[in-house]
């Protein structure tokens, strides 16, 4: 089967270096096989993301030489156009009996659980009556969570190896509705890459550990999963993860000192791909793409990149 790998960026804020390396790998990991891209926007926090966000990543990709063959500036691939498929995703969960209204105050949850991945593995919603349902539900819109099975859902990372975890005590049922009407980012994600025909995940290792509540959102839903690879987040010498707001590693500033190639034979290195840190081009470095040489390791920028 063709490999089908996708870009979703969340059109926050300008894409810095740590993004860029997901995304090469992705590119890279679809290309060396002869496949195909799609980029979705992922959109759905109407505060935080911007239109003018996602056109300047798109031209940022295409600087970099990063194409896509689907999606992009089309309507239909960004998550604010894609509710009434959220909806009926959701229609279907709540046919199953799997979710449930929670009238829980998120302030209150963080305090019951802290230690639990900020989630209470038993919410007490999950046995509320139907009359006890509408009895809260004239002083308050709920959320809805999902309900998670009582097994260890496991599965083998492209990258990382084997992971396992037991939804039920390790992260419990989960919102995939807010109350204000918003699409969770976990159900989304999975109805898009089904519904896109998406084959291979290629994404930051921070999501390693959303991986089973999508599995168990694949398997509730009857769709087929993609296959995973987790890939390391880029940090600074401090240590920290580098993030949007490290202004100094966003595209802006990368591409007043460097060009795509200087830039791409830095990334290159950095993924394993090659000795030195010289020139290249995205389309020379597919030809020769092998997943055993990307580091697992999370990766610290040199402290010349920074400055
Ligand atoms: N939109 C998410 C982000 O930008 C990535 C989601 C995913 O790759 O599954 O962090």
Not at 10 to 29: D, V
Not at 83 to 88: G, K, Q, R, T, V
Not at 127 to 155: C, Y
Request: with cysteine.
């Amino acid at each position: 089967m063709a490999v089908k790998g996708r870009f979703a960026p969340s059109p926050s804020g300008r894409m810095h270096l740590g993004n860029l390396f997901s995304f090469l790998l992705a590119w890279l990991s679809a290309r060396h096989e002869g496949g195909s891209l799609v980029l979705r926007i992922e959109d759905l926090d109407p505060v935080r993301c911007l239109p003018s966000h996602a056109w300047q990543l798109m031209e940022d990709l295409e600087w970099l030489g990063l194409n896509w063959d689907e999606g992009g500036d089309t309507a239909s691939y960004w998550q604010s156009s894609r509710s009434h498929l959220y909806a009926a995703a959701f229609a279907a969960l709540e046919a199953k009996g799997l979710t449930y209204p929670c009238f829980c105050s998120r302030i209150q949850r963080l305090n019951e659980a802290p230690h639990v991945h900020q989630v209470s593995p038993s919410c007490p919603c999950a046995g509320l009556t139907p009359e006890e349902v509408a009895a809260h539900r004239l002083e308050k819109t709920p959320s809805h969570r999902l309900r998670v099975p009582h097994k260890t859902i496991s599965f083998t990372d492209g990258l990382q190896g084997s992971y396992s975890q037991d939804l039920a005590t390790e992260c419990g049922d989960f919102p995939i509705r807010r109350s204000d009407g918003a699409w969770a980012y976990q159900l989304a994600v999975v109805v898009d890459d089904a519904a896109m025909g998406v084959t291979q995940v290629v994404r930051g290792r921070d999501l390693l550990s959303s991986t089973p509540r999508q599995l168990w959102l694949y398997e509730a839903l009857g769709l087929p999963a993609p296959e995973f690879y987790h890939v390391p987040l880029l940090l600074a010498p401090d240590g920290r993860r580098l993030a949007k707001r490290d202004a100094d590693l966003d595209m802006g500033a990368l591409r007043r000192r460097y060009s795509p190639a200087e830039l791409l034979g830095l990334l290159a290195q950095m993924a394993g791909q090659r000795p030195s840190a010289a020139p290249v081009s995205a389309l020379e470095l597919a030809k020769t793409f092998d997943w055993v040489k990307v580091p697992r390791e999370d990766i610290s920028v040199t402290p010349e990149l920074l400055t």
